[in-house]
């Protein structure tokens, strides 16, 4: 992917530019970090920003996705799940429309078989990526909802049909 490439060819550059010790730096150095599989290294430069903010600060989302795909790679789903929380709440707080936070932690939920919810954080990231022109992640997210969509209303009707035999049966 060439934006992945300039990324990679200006990591340095960015770290350079960035004046230290504010968070923005911290996201940098963890990323540069991250891309030489530091990955202990990489979350702790971002523990000390997380620490620095709660999720009334807007940086505090984009920490919290860093954490959270850092944990995605170290394979701890539970830590993953809960720094995706906190960032979708960050996000929220802060009418942010084009998120990737909320819709990764749905699918995470639907492979966890928690379809519901999974649906509703789904249909939600599809219309703020709607709303806010976000084309790159309604991409994304149609190519997972139609899945989605179609075991919730499975399931939705499943439990009607429970729902109407426990009548019939009274």
């Known amino acids: ?28 150095l963890s990323n540069k ?10 979350m702790d430069i971002l523990y000390s920003a997380y620490n620095q903010l709660t999720t009334s600060d807007r940086d505090m ?14 394979g701890n789903l539970s830590r993953e799940k809960e720094y995706l929380t906190v960032s979708s709440i ?4 802060h009418a942010v429309k084009e998120y990737i936070s909320l819709w990764k932690l ?38 997972i909802l139609p899945t989605i969509y179609t075991r919730y209303h499975t399931t939705i009707l499943q439990q009607k049909n429970t729902i109407s035999a426990a009548f019939l049966i009274i």
């Open 1 to 28: 992917d060439g934006y992945r490439k300039i990324i990679v060819d200006n990591r340095d550059s960015l770290i350079a530019i960035v004046p230290e010790n504010t968070i923005w730096y911290y996201i940098h």
């Open 33 to 42: 970090l991250k891309a030489d599989q530091k990955y202990d290294q990489a």
């Open 61 to 74: 989302a984009h920490v919290a996705f860093y954490m959270s795909d850092l944990y995605h790679l170290k």
């Open 90 to 93: 960050a996000d929220m707080k």
């Open 106 to 143: 749905g699918t995470i939920l639907y492979d966890e078989g928690d379809v519901k919810t999974a649906y509703q954080f789904i249909d939600i990231s599809l219309q703020d990526a709607i709303y806010s022109g976000a084309y790159r992640w309604k991409q994304s997210i149609i190519k």
